[in-house]
């Protein structure tokens, strides 16, 4: 119930292309979504995140999709670049429990 | 605002011994996380503490504890260490209970065990 599946576990594409990384929870409790973002060496960062109340966010060129009915969301990377290349983590998180992460997808856009 | 910080950046100790890892969390952030990062694989869930207590665990041998503080920094203890125990430590900090509960991660102790 606490699980967060994230796929693909890798994913090459060439620059300009549109990544989609997929996430899948079972506890319709969690009500926070963030996504990290990891370069090689360092910790994750926080990317982007999104509330069940709202079916799209975008930021620059990131857009995660929320889809509540189904239990799924995903980000997507628009105008991919090299400079994105990193593993992108999907998380869920709900007042009062641990945040819990997906176990990681890593992107390489080549030029 | 200082973000999430952990000490010291790298360690090397030898097969058998003991590590001592340290993070201190952004102010007002109450609970710590601490995850494990081998070469290559995703974030594994090793401890979560909160106002001083742990809140959970993950399922790692009882040779890795840890403990919070008052002041709500944390230490991960890793005892007679053994050469898979090599990896990326991650600490992590959120609040709890308020509508961002999202974490914030220092740059992580590599641990290596020759």
């Known amino acids: 119930q606490q699980q967060v599946k994230q796929s693909p576990q890798s994913l090459i594409v060439q620059k300009g292309g549109i990544p989609i990384i997929n996430c899948a929870y079972e506890?319709?409790?969690?009500?926070?979504f963030p996504w990290y973002q990891q370069f090689p060496g360092k910790g994750p960062a926080l990317l982007i995140a999104?509330?069940?109340?709202?079916s799209e966010k975008k930021e620059g060129r990131f857009t995660i999709s929320f889809n509540k009915s189904a239990k799924q969301f995903s980000l997507h990377i628009m105008d991919s670049q090299p400079g994105d290349s990193a593993t992108y983590f999907c998380?869920?998180?709900?007042?009062?429990?641990?945040?819990?992460f997906g176990t990681g997808t890593k992107l390489q856009v080549i030029p | 605002e200082a973000g999430v910080t952990q000490s010291p950046t790298h360690l090397i100790k030898t097969r058998g011994q003991q590590a001592t890892l340290r993070c201190s969390p952004i102010s007002g952030h109450t609970s710590v996380y601490w995850y494990q990062q081998a070469l290559g694989l995703g974030l594994q869930f090793l401890l979560w503490y909160d106002e001083g207590e742990e809140r959970n665990r993950g399922n790692f041998p009882p040779r890795f504890s840890g403990r919070q503080f008052p002041n709500y920094s944390s230490e991960l203890n890793v005892n007679a260490l053994e050469l898979e125990d090599s990896a990326l430590y991650l600490c992590?900090?959120?609040?709890?209970?308020?509508?961002?509960?999202?974490?914030?991660f220092g740059q992580g102790t590599r641990l290596t065990v020759v």
């Open positions: 998380a869920a998180s709900m007042g009062y429990q641990k945040v819990t």
């Open positions: 999104i509330r069940p109340d709202v």
């Open positions: 992590a900090s959120s609040r709890l209970g308020g509508m961002n509960t999202e974490a914030f």
């Open positions: 506890n319709t409790a969690f009500d926070y």
